[in-house]
């Protein structure tokens, strides 16, 4: 009894402390550098991305498999669809592999038959441009708002839960 009684003082401990830092995470502002190459159809180039328009934002760091992640990407099809739908919104796939390795990530990309464009971070420029990201490792999937304001944390396709939460998100833009 005391032990499940400790577990749940310690989950509401940790879940404040995630409100909390979704919080904090929603006072920043999100800059998305110049300069990343974009991979699509087995071409690549710079990247345009269109300004002044909201953003849902999938970050993949360097401590994670970029070529494992860019394989699984197909799954974001419905996110793909309501972006172009009523309420418009660029989804960006950023990839920001070590420096040493960003040529061969971009060279590995082009061969995968990607569902949808990806970005690559040469440099790690999007990190060394939100340098606060490292304060809030949970949160490298989230939307913001056109001035780049985080208005929702997570993944909108993990749950029909957050798809319904994210779809009320992006309606009020």
């Keep these: 009894m005391i032990a499940a009684g400790l577990l749940l003082v ?3 401990e ?4 995630m409100e909390r830092m979704a919080q904090n995470f929603s006072r920043e502002t999100i800059t998305v550098p110049s300069g990343l190459v974009q991979v699509f159809d087995g071409q690549s180039g710079a990247a ?3 300004e002044n328009m909201p953003k849902m934002i999938y970050w993949f760091d360097s401590t994670q498999c970029s070529m494992c992640n860019a394989k ?3 799954y974001l099809d419905p996110l793909y669809r ?4 009523e309420s418009p919104f660029d989804v ?3 990839f920001s592999p070590e420096a040493k390795d960003a040529k061969k990530t971009v060279e590995t990309m082009e061969l995968f038959d990607l569902a949808h464009p990806v970005l690559i971070d040469m440099n790690q420029s999007f990190y060394k441009a939100n340098p606060a990201m490292e304060d809030y490792p949970f949160f490298h999937r989230f939307y913001m708002d056109a001035k780049g304001h985080p208005k929702f944390v997570g993944d909108p396709i993990s749950s029909e839960e957050l798809w319904t939460v994210f779809e009320d998100v992006v309606r009020k833009k």
Excluded: I, Y
Aim: aromatic share 0%; net charge positive; hydrophobic share 50%.
């Design 82 to 85: 309501l972006a172009e739908t």
């Design 14 to 17: 940790r879940l404040g402390h």
């Design 48 to 50: 345009d991305l269109r």
């Design 72 to 74: 699984r990407l197909a």
């Design 10 to 12: 310690a989950c509401n």
């Design 92 to 94: 960006l796939l950023v």
